[in-house]
């Protein structure tokens, strides 16, 4: 005899399809434990990532997936003894977050090599658990089922998974761990959410299948609409009033990191203006007191009483103007004169540039202690060493006005494994971290003194979720300006604890409301079906028999049939896409106002949109090129839009090809003659609008052509393509390399800090590299290059494209004459000259 929970039919292939990503999803979860592989366990770097524990559980339920496709006693008992496994193991893990225990069932020993922010490793989140409980438990009744209230039960855990599945996506982007100042196992994995969608799909396909859901024993079919659409409204009520949390959060965070990243933006630039400016005034100071003279007199003659007295009486001048100490060393660095209070070895120093010549000190006070060479008769004699005290730099510099209580600025300079910190509102003193945090993960200070700029969401040295933006205020000194995130986001929290109860209150009140509802509408529902099933037809082998691509959505962008030309365009079933927004193959097609353009060209009797362009998705999630043409229609009282689209992908490649053809230099990939002239008259125009200073380079090899009679045309070509690669590495890459001919190169440098200076440097890093030999048919080769370089200041100049050209040229040729493998700078003057 059958029994009676037994599937009624062969496997399901999507169940089959299914329990296997599972079992992928559970597998690599394991391996990249195992073996070591962060990109296994992390949708993308700094992701929550599945754990060990939640890896294997689904491991299990893949197979729990599988077997419940299969009909079979065997399948029926290794049913049973999986769910019995996963809800004992997963009530254990809810055991340990509940009294912040460990059973062992976190496998800690497993997560110690990465380093993701959990200060409990390994520890499923508890949601997660949950997930697989109701699975568990979903499993195990489906095997048992001889009521309606088993049936019933069996319903009410596959969608409390589904909940869990889809609130976790969700409670990810709220992310409660900063919400609530959790740890970071409580957030569930985006894989574990996607992965728990997938259980609950797989669970009601299963059930759909079983004699006792099919026979209608306990549940008929006006019964299932109801229960569905009364579950479907409570989880859709839920899932979009988190959303609704969500979006208010992501304002919220959206706005606070702006303000911390101006903090830091701002603050930067003006921490080194106001350097610049005390060190330019100290300078001043010393040379209108004289005091760089008698500093250097003493120098030369260390016994002089005279020089001696005037610099005591110059140094006492600038100890009344903020200046708290003044030494004079000799190029020893011994001490010849002091005035003043001066600590040689204060609680922290930061020097501001690589040559020493300033640095920012902490001794009680904020003081920029700058040191200026003395140099009599062209040698350098030693150095004038001045403390100036910076009363006003501290508050702006240190201070949060009117942020947040947990809000805090810091600036420190790395000592070891410990950063040494300036004092701030939270620290009178100055104070040491540890480096990597108490979870091992690198402070927001550690990306500042490593030269990173950004914003991130991390454990500061308190332990402390906290929202940090971070940024270097000059080499070896980093700043980071951050508040605690449970702080930020208590409005959202108190908000939350309010609006959750009332969201589940709503839906629960929305879905009774609808259970009593459904039955007037689906008796309509089943009398509309005949009379639509021959139009359906009709239309069906219409559009089936198109070359094509027909879809046919409603007013609200709604799909309502789709020809095969289609799918196979956009690789989807019929299935997957009827009743979904046109959105999911067209995403342009999102916002609801191009159908409302449409819908009043319907209503004017207006035939449609023309052939426009747009992307399409294709159901691995890749996007190409489509030719749309979209018509509207009027069909019993309703507006229905009939979209043509062909796939042009094809044509664009070709287009695309071509078009680089045209731009690109095909043996060295660079920029040929006519996109660089392009780029140099962009450079040109943009420096004219906005004045600044841009240099042209202008590059020949030199004996290129013995290189090319010796190793042929194809040695030739093989040494402009590693110097075209040596020249694009030379040079950032908001700079432009190009290919003239031959073996002619030109280079276009803009947005320089120092123009001159950074021209030279570029030519003396591309000359030095060019030292190098090439490897050419396994033979070591030696070329050099000769470089002319023209600036071109839109300030004093009004040179045009050949102008600019040909300075650069003849600076080129000026090298050329006089030796080769050197550089030549050469500047257009008010009216263009030769060079």
């Known amino acids: 005899m059958r029994h009676p929970n037994l599937q009624s039919d062969r496997p399901h292939a999507f169940e089959v399809l299914i329990g296997i990503a599972l079992i992928v999803l559970g597998g690599a979860t394991i391996l990249g434990w195992l073996l070591h592989l962060p990109a296994l366990l992390e949708i993308r770097p700094g992701m929550v990532p599945m754990v060990f524990g939640s890896g294997l559980c689904f491991l299990l339920t893949g197979i729990t997936v599988i077997a419940a496709s299969w009909p079979g006693r065997t399948s029926l008992l290794l049913r049973r003894v999986i769910a019995v496994s996963l809800i004992l193991l997963c009530s254990a893990a809810l055991y340990e977050h509940v009294f912040d225990v460990r059973l062992g069932v976190d496998f800690a020993s497993l997560h110690a090599w990465h380093d993701y922010d959990n200060t409990r490793p390994g520890r499923m989140a508890p949601n997660s658990a949950t997930g697989f409980i109701l699975f568990g438990a979903a499993s195990f009744l489906m095997t048992k089922v001889r009521s309606y209230r088993r049936g019933l039960a069996v319903g009410v855990l ?70 569905l659409s009364a579950a479907i409204s409570i989880m859709s009520t839920i899932t979009i009033g988190l959303a609704g949390f969500v979006l208010l959060q992501g304002n919220l965070e ?34 209108l007191s004289a005091l760089d003279q008698y500093s250097g007199a003493l120098l030369v003659d260390a016994q002089d009483a005279r020089a001696r007295e005037r610099l005591a ?96 600025v810091a600036v420190c300079v790395a000592r070891g494994t410990q950063l040494l910190c300036f004092p701030n509102v939270k620290n009178v003193a100055p104070f040491t971290v540890a480096m990597r945090g108490n979870t091992g993960s690198p402070l927001p200070m ?43 986001y208590a409005g959202i929290r108190a908000s939350l604890r309010v609006g959750a109860p009332l969201i589940i209150s709503v839906s629960l009140l929305g879905a009774m409301f609808l259970f009593s509802q459904l039955n007037p509408l689906i008796s309509k529902i089943r009398a509309s079906e005949s009379a639509a099933a021959d139009a359906v037809v009709e239309m069906a082998t219409i559009m089936e028999a198109a070359g094509d691509g027909i879809v046919t959505i409603d007013q609200h962008g709604n799909i309502e049939s789709i020809n095969m030309a289609a799918r196979r365009i956009f690789g989807r079933q019929h299935e997957d896409v009827i009743g979904r927004h046109i959105a999911l193959l067209i995403p342009s097609m999102l916002h609801a106002a191009q159908l409302q353009a449409l819908s009043a060209a319907a209503k004017a009797a ?50 695309d090809r071509l078009s680089r053809l045209a731009q690109y230099d095909t043996l060295t990939g660079l ?59 030379s040079v950032r890459h908001s700079d432009t390399v190009a290919r003239l001919a031959g073996d002619e190169f030109t280079i276009i440098l803009e947005d320089l800090a120092e123009p001159e200076a950074s021209a030279i440097a570029v030519a003396e890093t591309i000359i030095a590299a060019l030292r190098a030999p090439f490897l050419i048919a396994g033979q070591a ?28 040229d003849n600076e080129m040729y000026i090298v050329k004459r006089a030796g080769k493998n050197a550089f030549r700078l050469g500047t257009l003057h008010v009216a263009p000259q030769p060079c």
Not at 321 to 340: C, E, F, K, M, P
């Open 671 to 729: 920029p040929n003659r006519a996109l660089f002239m392009d780029r140099l008259g962009t450079a040109l125009s943009r420096a004219t609008r906005n004045p600044a200073v841009f240099a042209l380079l202008f590059l020949d090899l030199d004996g290129f052509k013995a290189i090319n009679d010796t190793y042929g045309h194809g040695g030739g070509d093989a040494l402009l393509k590693q110097v075209a690669d040596l020249l694009a590495a």
């Open 606 to 655: 207006l035939p449609g949109s023309p052939d426009s362009k747009a992307d399409g998705i294709r159901q691995n999630g890749a996007l190409f090129p489509l030719e749309i043409s979209i018509r509207a229609v009027q069909l019993a009282g309703r507006t229905l839009f009939v979209g043509v689209v062909r796939d042009i992908t094809v044509r664009r490649d070709s287009e």
């Open 446 to 488: 550690e990306l500042a003194l490593a030269g990173r700029r950004g914003v991130v969401y991390g454990v500061d040295y308190r332990g402390r979720n906290v929202l940090a933006a971070y940024g270097q205020l000059a080499p070896g000194l980093g700043m980071v300006a951050k508040q605690d995130t449970a702080e930020a």
């Open 254 to 287: 959206q706005a606070l990191e702006s303000r911390l990243e101006a903090i830091i933006y701002n603050r930067g630039p003006w921490f080194a203006a106001m350097s610049n400016e005390t060190m330019q005034h100290v300078a001043s100071a010393v040379r």
């Open 781 to 808: 080769v030696q070329i050099t290059a000769s470089i002319g370089i023209t600036l071109h200041d839109p300030s004093v100049s009004d040179a045009s494209i050949a102008d600019l050209m040909r300075c650069a």
């Open 313 to 408: 009486a110059s140094a006492a001048q600038l100890l009344r103007n903020d200046v708290r100490g003044v030494i004079v060393t000799d190029s020893a660095q011994r001490l010849l004169y002091a005035a003043g209070r001066f600590t040689a070895v204060p609680a922290i120093s930061a020097p501001l540039d690589a040559s020493g010549s300033a640095a920012l000190i902490w001794d009680d006070v904020l003081i920029l202690r700058v040191r200026l060479p003395v140099v009599e008769a062209g040698q350098l004699r030693g150095s004038i060493v001045v403390d100036h005290v910076l009363p006003a730099l501290g508050a702006p510099l240190f201070h949060i006005a009117k942020m947040s209580n947990s809000a805090e």
């Open 158 to 227: 596959i969608f409390s998974l589904l909940a869990v599945g889809l609130t976790g996506l969700v409670g990810y982007l709220l992310a409660p761990d900063l919400l609530f100042n959790w740890a970071r196992s409580a957030r569930m994995a985006l894989q574990t959410a996607t992965g728990m969608i997938l259980c609950a799909f797989a669970l009601w396909l299963a059930c759909s299948r079983s004699d006792w859901y099919l026979s209608e024993r306990f549940f008929r079919e006006d019964g299932k609409i109801r229960f």
